[in-house]
């Protein structure tokens, strides 16, 4: 019998869904590997996210709780659908992808946090590598870097203007984050997602094309 430590969390929008990684070195490696998500109403494991060769860290879901982000030492950040597990988008801070043995391992490029920016459409990142990467969901690389050494976490403000990032040291720096107006198109995407799930989405009778895009894939 062991205590699992929760090392970070994150709650989904109205709370339906938690999201978990843990830390605990009585705990076996391929369970560090993992992402466990919640149902809070019924307070049971749903599922759980593999797909990572290292540990997870840090995880945040998008503000329509229709993406998850998850941060790994692994040198990626991984966007999933929390209702189905899927991939749907991975960030690399490392070119090329590592293999998995290196991955694995002290590669230098560990990802140490994950933050959603309020727009739904913007993802930060802090690396070893002494960078804050800010990505688009629908770009593979990143739209803007910054220097940042020794990060440990990052947050943007309620409006999405900022970025606050802290490190191991106590201090905290901030960044005016990468601004664009989010098309009427995404927005509307936003209001359906946080009403319903892929499930519902896929249940819609509108064509293929939109349903790739509510449930973005597109």
Request: charged share 20%; glycine share 6%; proline share 6%.
């Amino acid at each position: 019998m062991f205590n699992i430590i929760i090392k970070f969390s994150s709650f989904s929008l109205r709370c339906a869904i938690l999201s978990s990684v843990c830390l605990n070195e009585a705990i076996t490696f391929a369970f560090l590997l993992q992402v466990f998500l919640w149902n809070m109403d019924k307070y049971t494991m749903i599922r759980k996210l593999e797909g990572h060769h290292h540990d997870v860290v840090a995880c945040d879901f998008s503000p329509d709780g229709a993406l998850l982000a998850t941060a790994s030492y692994d040198t990626r950040v991984f966007i999933w659908d929390p209702y189905n597990g899927d991939i749907l988008m991975e960030f690399g801070h490392l070119f090329p992808p590592p293999t998995p043995i290196f991955a694995g391992g002290a590669n230098d490029r560990w990802v140490r946090a994950v933050s959603f920016s309020h727009d739904g459409l913007h993802v930060a990142s802090l690396a070893d590598d002494k960078m804050v990467r800010f990505w688009r969901i629908d770009e593979d690389y990143p739209v803007q870097i910054a220097p940042l050494s020794n990060g440990l976490c990052c947050a943007f403000s309620t409006d999405g203007s900022v970025l606050a990032a802290g490190t191991h040291d106590g201090s905290v720096y901030f960044w005016a984050t990468p601004r664009q107006v989010p098309s009427l198109q995404h927005l509307c995407r936003m209001s359906i997602r946080r009403v319903m799930t892929t499930q519902e989405v896929q249940e819609l009778p509108v064509p293929s094309k939109v349903l790739e895009f509510l449930s973005y894939r597109i």
